[in-house]
Structure formats: C-alpha cells, structure tokens
C-alpha cells in the first residue's frame, strides 16, 4: 500500500525556518518523482519544489534561493527545507509522487498524495 506521510510543519514569525519531512512507504521510492505542493485557503494547489529519480531539482520563483529540496532514497524520505519563511508561504503542504522519473509542476501529474502538514507563517 503506497503511503507518503508528510511532518514538520508548524507555526513561526516571518524570516524563520522550518524543515519538511515526508516518509514514503509501498513503492520503489528511488525510480521515481517527488514534489512538494501547496494549497492557501481559497487558492488552487501549487508547485512549490520537486526532484527527479536523477536529483534533478525544480523551484517556483517565488521560493528560490529560500527553499531547499532534497531526498534520502536510502531512508525513502523526502524534505523540504524551507529558510526566510515569508507570510505568502502559509498554507498546506503535500508531498506527491509521479509515476516517471521525471518532474512537472502539473498538480494532475502526481498519483499519490499525502495527507498534507499546516506551515504558518506570521
């Protein structure tokens, strides 16, 4: 059973950090795409980093150079470090898993999905 369980989300003040986990389970983690989304209330879910089976990485503008992604295919484990946090940055946070080893920001392109994790950012 293909399980991502996503952790680390949390509240803090404007310029903080917080780092993302999400642990996947019940599919081969290292052939596959991961991306992280998110979802503001009343706002379509949006692509925020990803990273193919190669480690290639993608980020939104609005987060380059502030968030880091990254995979530990050995503890199937993704993260999301997330520095300089700003208020716009609110919202869920899901991790996704796309059935190719390469990445896209197309929400419709990922199969499995966790439950999400609340960042908040005041």
């Known amino acids: 059973d293909v399980q991502l369980v996503e952790s680390g989300g949390g509240s803090v003040q404007a310029g903080g950090s917080l780092r993302l986990s999400c642990a996947a389970s019940g599919f081969y983690f290292t052939t596959h795409c991961l991306g992280w989304f998110r979802q503001a209330p009343e706002k379509e879910r949006e692509g925020v980093a990803s990273?193919?089976?190669?480690?290639?990485?993608m980020y939104a503008d609005s987060v380059k150079g502030r968030f880091t992604i990254s995979r530990d295919n050995a503890k199937q484990t993704l993260y999301l470090q997330m520095d300089n946090l700003k208020p716009e940055d609110t919202g869920m946070y899901y991790c996704a898993a796309r059935w190719q080893y390469f990445c896209t920001f197309t929400k419709d392109d990922y199969t499995r999905w966790g439950q999400g994790t609340q960042v908040t950012v005041s």
């Open positions: 990273i193919d089976a190669y480690g290639t990485t």
